[in-house]
């Protein structure tokens, strides 16, 4: 089975979780090629709500649900607060994605992903073996647009410019374009097509900001890298997967 360029290009500006759809690959390894989709498959979505937040409460039934094993292998204890908590892990996120992707035709995953959510050694590894996708973590923006100077994961800033000032761009015009295409009014931010629906304004990362429990990381519509309230509902999901080099025809 093939994809006709009308096909293809009839998911463009939307949020479409099956049919042909467009994948920009930022990695090659062994493991295969390593890609984003263009756009997100669902919108909406806390990174993690009080209610998916609350009821985890058992550590085995969060392995098997989510994946997730707690460094200290107990389930951190924390009040979720005003702006929610980010020491259970991604939940209501990563909920999304396993539920957007279940039905895509690819093998389950055999990968993890660690993190740490304060210097104290408190954190937590995924476990994708249960996932057809992924989301993107920090660590791979940073690298994708070379900051270099974001080991620590404190800062934010626009891809273009490395720093807290907007270089002035026009549509189509950011070399990283790629990363934030089809969100809300990108286009005015140097993206090259930006969604027609309102408030699609940025997709959620798969990494806990360090030693500040309300906040996750986020790629924006603006073209900037930054923290957000986990709570915060006006995010989405932008799957991640990884093809084996014998799926690619040359």
């Given at each position: 089975?093939?994809c006709?360029?009308?096909?293809?290009?009839s998911?463009?500006k939307?949020?479409?979780k099956?049919?042909?759809?467009?994948?920009y690959?930022y990695d090659?390894?062994d493991?295969g090629?390593?890609?984003?989709?263009?756009h997100n498959?669902?919108?909406?979505?806390?990174?993690?709500?009080q209610?998916d937040?609350?009821?985890?409460?058992d550590?085995d039934k969060i392995?098997?649900?989510y994946g997730?094993?707690?460094?200290?292998e107990?389930v951190p204890?924390g009040n979720?607060g005003?702006?929610g908590?980010?020491?259970?892990?991604?939940?209501?996120?990563?909920?999304?994605?396993?539920e957007d992707t279940q039905?895509w035709k690819?093998?389950?995953r055999?990968?993890?992903y660690?993190?740490?959510?304060d210097t104290?050694?408190?954190?937590y590894t995924?476990?994708?073996s249960?996932?057809?996708?992924r989301?993107?973590s920090?660590?791979e923006?940073n690298?994708?647009v070379?900051?270099l100077?974001?080991?620590?994961?404190?800062t934010?800033?626009?891809?273009?410019?490395?720093?807290q000032?907007?270089?002035?761009?026009?549509k189509?015009?950011s070399?990283?374009?790629?990363?934030y295409n089809n969100?809300t009014?990108?286009e005015?931010?140097g993206?090259?097509i930006?969604?027609?629906?309102?408030?699609?304004?940025?997709?959620?990362?798969?990494t806990?900001?360090?030693?500040?429990?309300s906040?996750a990381?986020?790629?924006?519509?603006?073209?900037y890298?930054?923290?957000?309230?986990?709570?915060?509902?006006?995010?989405?999901?932008?799957?991640?997967?990884?093809?084996?080099?014998?799926?690619?025809?040359?």
């Open positions: 089975t093939s006709t360029k009308e096909e293809y290009n998911n463009e939307k949020l479409e099956e049919g042909c759809m467009k994948w690959v090659v390894s493991n090629y390593t890609m984003i989709l263009d498959t669902s919108n909406n979505v806390a990174w993690t709500s209610e937040y609350t009821n985890a409460t550590k392995k098997n649900t997730i094993t707690y460094l200290n107990k204890n979720y005003a702006s908590n980010n020491n259970k892990g991604p939940l209501t996120a990563l909920s999304k994605l396993k039905d690819l093998d389950n055999n990968d993890s660690a993190t740490s959510t104290n050694g408190n954190g995924i476990d994708y249960d996932y057809k996708a989301l993107i920090a660590e923006v690298s994708i070379k900051n100077d974001s080991t620590t994961l404190e934010w800033y626009y891809f273009d410019s490395l720093d000032n907007e270089p002035s761009r026009t189509g015009s070399a990283y374009a790629w990363l969100l009014n990108c005015s931010h993206c090259d930006s969604l027609e629906e309102d408030n699609v304004w940025s997709y959620w990362t798969i806990p900001r360090i030693n500040v429990s906040d990381f986020r790629v924006n519509t603006d073209g890298f930054r923290r957000m309230d986990v709570n915060n509902t006006d995010r989405g999901i932008r799957p991640v997967i990884t093809v084996s080099k014998s799926n690619i025809l040359p």
